[in-house]
């Protein structure tokens, strides 16, 4: 068991001044299964103020910032490690299903553990030794990759509603099981998880989205009745066969869109996208005539959906700007028979910082439809294409043209509407022939236009 040289040195000082010092959280989980943990949680008997003078008289002196004071919680850097050093406690008073104002400080690390959500989480590391404190049998969970609540989950559920969307992220995040009884706990504590706020479930849907397989979370929180808590338009997706179309419900599609984007390692923007896509479909469907149904305008009701979702749970704005935009253009279906025009039009709407990403969606939105990798060849001979156009100097955005607002200001076109209805024809103009994207040809075209205009 590898620990951190600088966690045993600083452990020795804490045990010079006769306190103890445990790995908790995460680190505890992650130096168990032999990986590299990414945060130090450390907790102690020695109370707030005597961790902040155990850092500052220590050789050399480490420095402290009290971000938690409240909750008993000292961050420190020592050596040039961060680490977070929490007073062993008791949690009281849960009002509302939220994590509890009131702590009680304890002596015993057994008690500290006890209020931890699930058994693999409640294992600490004494230090500087490493003997294991495990009351609640959780390495032997850890071993067979099960999340079980630490007591009676209903209980625990009803104490903090964050805990049933934590278990089915950690789920995702460690390719664990949950516990049956921890699973069968969750329908029961949906009151208390509507408590939660946005953020905190954003938190946790952000963390499902960028481990390596989402669904896993997914379809734990469709089977609990999570799904239809938090992402109600992804739950009515789940029977909304594509007969005609796809193998795949609507549910099962968006879920295996995920998986691919995840899998191949693609940003959070196109992961969320890929997830979101279709999420249009349950209400623009229709049955056409020969028994097929269809969904007209899909990706515009996606858009609008999966803005107000996202508004809804408090993602940043960049963020869900770049999925809408990934969204409402995820349906284009190249062919060799599109002209030169087409391909600047497709690159003009997508935009060229987008273009990659809409390459990645339109592959998951592939795999997810035939569950077969479309392989690095599908979509090449439209890259091919709009590289050509890019190399050809063409003009993609108003920056692009050889005239400007200010050159057609100075020829009498006045600032405003007018102004800007004559760019952007003149951007038309050149998408169709780029030839035309000189300064001669444009303030010609202008002064027709104008003469037009102003009639
Ligand atoms: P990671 O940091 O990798 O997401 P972690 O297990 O360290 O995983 P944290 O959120 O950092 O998770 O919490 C640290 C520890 O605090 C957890 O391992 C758990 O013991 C405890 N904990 C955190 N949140 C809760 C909660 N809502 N209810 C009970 N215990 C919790
Ligand atoms: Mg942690």
């Given at each position: 068991m590898k620990i951190h040289p600088v966690l045993k040195e600083i452990a020795a000082v804490f045990k010079a001044c006769d306190k103890e010092l445990c790995l908790v959280g995460g680190a505890v989980r992650d130096v168990l299964r032999g990986k590299k943990a990414h945060d130090w949680d450390l907790a102690t008997n020695a109370a707030p103020n005597e961790v902040m003078d155990i850092f500052r008289n220590a050789q050399p002196k480490g420095k402290v910032f009290p971000t938690g004071i409240k909750h008993g919680t000292v961050t420190a850097v020592f050596r040039g490690t961060t680490m977070e050093i929490t007073t062993y406690r008791t949690e009281a008073g849960?009002?509302?299903?939220?994590?509890?104002?009131q702590v009680h400080f304890t002596s015993s690390i057994e008690e500290d553990l006890?209020?931890?959500?699930?058994t693999i989480n409640a294992i600490a590391l004494r230090l500087p030794g490493g003997e294991k404190v495990d009351p609640f049998g959780g390495e032997a969970d850890l071993k067979k990759r099960i999340i079980r609540c630490v007591g009676d989950p209903a209980a625990r559920f009803a104490e903090d509603g964050l805990r049933p969307m934590r278990a089915v992220r950690f789920a995702a995040q460690l390719a664990f099981e949950l516990e049956p009884a921890t699973l069968a706990a969750i329908p029961g504590s949906l009151e208390t998880c509507a408590k939660v706020s946005a953020e905190r479930v954003k938190d946790e849907i952000e963390k499902i989205i960028a481990s390596d397989k989402p669904s896993r979370a997914f379809v734990l929180m469709e089977q609990s009745g999570l799904l239809r808590l938090f992402l109600p338009e992804l739950a009515a997706c789940k029977g909304v066969d594509q007969k005609g179309n796809h193998r795949f419900d609507v549910l099962e599609h968006s879920l295996l869109a995920c998986d691919y984007a995840a899998a191949k390692n693609y940003p959070p923007d196109v992961r969320i996208a890929a997830l979101l896509?279709?999420?249009g479909k349950p209400i623009t469907r229709n049955l056409d005539e020969n028994g097929i149904w269809t969904f007209y305008q899909h990706e515009a009701a996606s858009e609008k959906m999966a803005r107000a979702i996202m508004e809804r749970l408090r993602f940043p704005n960049l963020l869900t700007d770049s999925v809408c935009h990934l969204v409402r253009e995820h349906m284009f279906h190249y062919t060799d028979e599109w002209s030169d025009a087409a391909v600047r039009r497709f690159i003009v709407r997508v935009g060229e910082a987008n273009l990659v990403k809409t390459y990645q969606l339109r592959s998951a939105d592939a795999y997810a439809t035939a569950a077969s990798d479309p392989g690095p060849n599908f979509l090449l001979p439209l890259m091919y294409r709009v590289e050509k156009a890019q190399s050809e100097k063409s003009?993609?955005?108003?920056?692009?043209?050889?005239?400007n607002g200010t050159d057609l200001i100075a020829r009498g076109i006045k600032p405003g509407k007018t102004l800007g209805i004559i760019l952007n024809e003149l951007l038309e103009t050149v998408l169709d022939?780029?030839?035309?994207?000189t300064r001669e040809d444009l303030l010609v075209i202008a002064e027709k236009l104008r003469e037009k205009l102003t009639v």
């Open positions: 849960y009002v509302d299903g939220r994590r509890p104002d006890s209020r931890r959500d699930f896509h279709d999420i003009a993609f955005a108003l920056k692009d043209l050889a005239v022939d780029p030839a035309q994207n």
